[in-house]
């Protein structure tokens, strides 16, 4: 590595310095066409035995990553103890792959459970298409991830992890606030953040590290929750547009690391 590379791989997680530009504020600074369709929420995600982020010699190897870590991979940041997240959208879509000796990965996005009535199940319980190619049910939980001053992000689950979203709806919809007159109320999804952390899990399909998912504090204890408030407003806004989306792209380089596809 030369030293100029070295320097760069060094500063690159360094926060910029503010000094010299803050001249710019309220002026033209290069973002003038920059829209929300322009941009793609990361994706949270554990890393498994066979992520790249662990594989040595694979692009997106971190020396630093380790087996259970949940890590941000559009921005290459670990959080090993966990997050906070504050769900702001629940989506479901039925992702189309194709079989993981192809090494082709994702081939479609289906918004609607209509792709299921093309499909046959296989030996496993899998929904296949006439083409071969199967379908994967998975649930997208977009939200702000705390950990990382309420970055947004979006973390998706399928197959055994379907469970896990369930939980965190279950828990959501489970909440009861009291009106002044007396009567009880649902409130929104972002109500209450929620602490996520990895815990190991296994079938006779295999093992691997899964999502855990308790209550966290109300969006209310939070020192700036007017103004994160009035953000989650927006992009919940958005996302029902569709004008932002999760990096779903990004899966490919992990699909077929845990039960053909389905821990992500």
């Not at 035995?49 to 290459?76: C, F, H, M, N």
């Not at 090993?80 to 959208?89: A, E, L, T």
Request: charged content about 25%; proline content about 5%; hydrophobic content about 35%.
């Amino acid at each position: 590595m030369t030293k100029e590379l070295a320097k760069a791989e060094q500063a690159k997680n360094l926060p910029a310095a503010s000094a010299d530009f803050s001249a710019f504020d309220g002026l033209p600074s290069g973002y003038e066409n920059v829209t929300a369709r322009d941009l793609l929420i990361p994706r949270l995600t554990i890393l498994q035995g066979l992520s790249p982020q662990v594989t040595r010699g694979q692009p997106e190897y971190d020396e630093e990553a380790k087996v259970g870590d949940i890590y941000d991979v559009g921005l290459q940041q670990r959080f090993p103890d966990g997050i906070i997240f504050i769900p702001v959208y629940y989506q479901k879509q039925w992702l189309e792959w194709a079989p993981r000796s192809s090494g082709k990965g994702l081939q479609g996005i289906h918004d609607t459970d209509a792709i299921l009535q093309q499909c046959e199940k296989d030996e496993k319980g899998k929904d296949v298409l006439p083409n071969g190619n199967y379908i994967s049910e998975t649930a997208q939980l977009y939200g702000l991830n705390a950990s990382a001053d309420f970055r947004k992000s979006f973390i998706p689950m399928a197959s055994t992890q379907l469970k896990k979203a369930r939980r965190l709806l279950t828990l959501a919809t489970s909440e009861k606030l009291t009106r002044d007159d007396g009567s009880q109320f649902t409130p929104p999804l972002f109500y209450r953040s929620y602490v996520m952390t990895s815990v190991p899990e296994s079938n006779n399909e295999g093992n691997w590290m899964g999502w855990k998912i308790e209550r966290g504090a109300p969006l209310t204890e939070f020192d700036n929750w007017k103004q994160l408030l009035n953000d989650i407003k927006e992009f919940r806004e958005s996302l029902a547009e569709g004008t932002v989306k999760g990096d779903i792209a990004s899966m490919e380089r992990e699909a077929g690391t845990i039960i053909d596809h389905d821990v992500m």
